[in-house]
């Protein structure tokens, strides 16, 4: 067995050629220019991995003044030659898929199978656009007058300020930094300060394939500086987001002062709705991966489970009695299936939304507490009659809970399901074609699975309506947040 011990393992990825604890300005390893530090902590020890840069402002500008100066190259490249690097950084992330997973686990806490799992997930991202960009088409346009002709170009944004969260430390920010590269943009990436780690071998990565200098730049630290660093800058063009809907919101108000396109993967509160006339295994099998995957806490876990009256006790026993399987613990160690949440802060949120719902007449079926195993480990929970008036139904729990609620009709069921201004995923089960059409187009989200609970691939485009975002990230319409369309007319054309 792999030993579970934080120094260990530091101490084996340190010898892998992709352990980075500097951030990245202009192809330099750098440290913050004052010096500070902040710990990057094993969440599921506490144990201190390693100490990592606090930048803030300068560190920021020069990171943005190197992306701004790289711009004028890489956006003069060919296709086929950033193609290339970018299959060169793919194949690089796969030769080391090990190590990564192991980073990823190591300052996440997701379990291995699982972070391997992100690492080819993520990575796809980098193999899709390296496709992609060499179909950036433009278009002619058939002139209105016989002198003239027309027509668009698609050219990149330019310097892109790219701000992703912990709980996918590698495709967060491959699946932005894929299209942006892929375009001819450049990038400053600012990784969630709890998970750099991953995002710093990612880009020591990108070095090796022969992305040149300043084509990519990590800073981290101080958020709100970085943050405001890159909203101020009229050299960036573009900031690309996942986080909260709060974050995100206060990013979107601070690019108004210089017109900045931006992009935003925010909150999620994914309605998984189990109709009558589903299969039970199939809806149980579904469900169980929508809400679980990283102990709950992702922006399209089920955070909802609405069933149908006529199938919501045979439904809950058996979704409680596949719950009751799932093994917790620390993620190196196998056969686990739920590793710890990120942080304290995290499970006090997680015991609030419980207390609340038991309060409000909820049952708890299973969990309810902390696991015996300390730390931010939390049992996984089942939680019967849960109401719309519970936090657990208004907001993103984003942890290991699953809340049961009863409807009796279809139209109910989606009344209940778009009762909330985040609209990324949802998820139904039924045997009924016609019903699943039917509630596919009637559903206010982005993103829905028809009886299937992992819908997540780079092929297919990502992002939400009403307040879960703006924008789609990944497929073919991922490549547009990062183009300007540009209009020429040739006039003239007719004099010999
Ligand atoms: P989460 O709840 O997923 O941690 P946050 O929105 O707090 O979501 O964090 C997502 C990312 O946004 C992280 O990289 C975080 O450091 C960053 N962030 C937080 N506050 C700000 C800010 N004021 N400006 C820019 N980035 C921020």
């Not at 840069?53 to 950033?82: H, Q, V």
């Not at 986080?243 to 992009?263: E, I, N, Q």
């Not at 399209?300 to 917790?328: D, M, S």
């Not at 739920?338 to 719902?357: C, R, T």
Request: proline share 4%; aromatic share 8%; charged share 20%.
């Amino acid at each position: 067995m792999m030993s579970t011990n934080t120094q260990d393992i530091a101490a084996r990825l340190s010898n892998s050629g992709i352990f980075r604890t500097q951030g990245l300005i202009g192809g330099k390893w750098t440290d913050a220019y004052d010096g500070n530090t902040i710990k990057v902590q094993n969440p599921a020890t506490g144990d201190v991995i390693v100490n990592v840069p606090c930048m803030g402002k300068r560190e920021t500008s020069d990171a943005i003044s190197s992306a701004y100066n790289a711009f004028s190259s890489w956006s003069k490249l060919t296709a086929n030659e950033r193609s290339r690097c970018l299959r060169k950084w793919y194949d690089l992330l796969i030769a080391n898929k090990e190590e990564l997973g192991q980073l990823i686990t190591l300052e996440q806490g997701k379990p291995l199978k699982e972070a391997m799992g992100e690492v080819i997930y993520g990575a796809s991202f980098i193999e899709f656009y390296a496709e992609e960009a060499k179909r950036v088409y433009g278009d002619i346009i058939p002139a209105p007058s016989a002198d003239r002709r027309l027509f668009v170009l698609k050219q990149p944004v330019g310097v892109v300020g790219a701000i992703t969260p912990w709980n996918f430390p590698l495709a967060m920010i491959t699946r932005k930094v894929g299209p942006a590269l892929a375009c001819g943009c450049t990038v400053v990436i600012k990784p969630s300060e709890f998970t750099p780690l991953t995002a710093l071998a990612a880009a020591e990565l990108s070095l090796q394939a022969g992305i040149p200098p300043g084509v990519v730049n990590v800073v981290m630290g101080n958020a709100p500086d970085i943050g405001d660093t890159l909203l101020e800058s009229p050299k960036v063009r573009k900031i690309t987001f996942t986080g909260s809907t709060a974050v995100g919101k206060k990013l979107m108000a601070g690019s108004a002062a210089t017109v900045k396109k931006v992009s935003l993967e925010l909150g999620g509160n994914a309605p998984c709705i189990v109709f009558d006339d589903a299969d039970l295994d199939v809806a149980v099998k579904g469900s169980l991966a929508a809400k679980f995957r990283n102990s709950g806490q992702t922006c399209v876990c089920a955070n909802r489970i609405i069933v149908q009256q006529g199938i919501y006790e045979k439904f809950a026993n058996a979704f409680a009695n596949a719950v009751q399987n799932l093994k917790v613990g620390d993620g190196f160690t196998e056969s686990v299936a739920l590793g710890p949440l990120i942080n304290e802060a995290a499970v006090q949120k997680v015991e609030s939304f419980v207390q609340d719902a038991v309060s409000k007449g909820a049952k708890v079926m299973l969990g309810g507490k902390r696991h015996s195993l300390g730390m931010t480990f939390y049992e996984p929970t089942v939680i019967s009659d849960a109401n719309s008036e519970m936090l657990v139904s208004r907001e993103e729990v984003f942890g290991p809970v699953a809340p049961l609620m009863r409807f009796k009709t279809e139209d109910e069921a989606i009344q209940i399901a778009n009762d909330t201004n985040a609209g990324l995923a949802a998820y139904i089960f039924t045997t009924n074609v016609q019903r699943s059409w039917r509630v596919s187009e009637a559903l206010e989200y982005g993103l829905v699975g028809v009886n299937e609970g992992l819908i997540s691939t780079e092929v297919a485009p990502f992002g939400g309506f009403k307040q879960s975002g703006l924008g789609r990230e990944g497929s073919k319409y991922g490549l547009d947040e990062y183009l300007e369309i540009k209009y020429v007319c040739l006039g003239n054309m007719d004099r010999a």
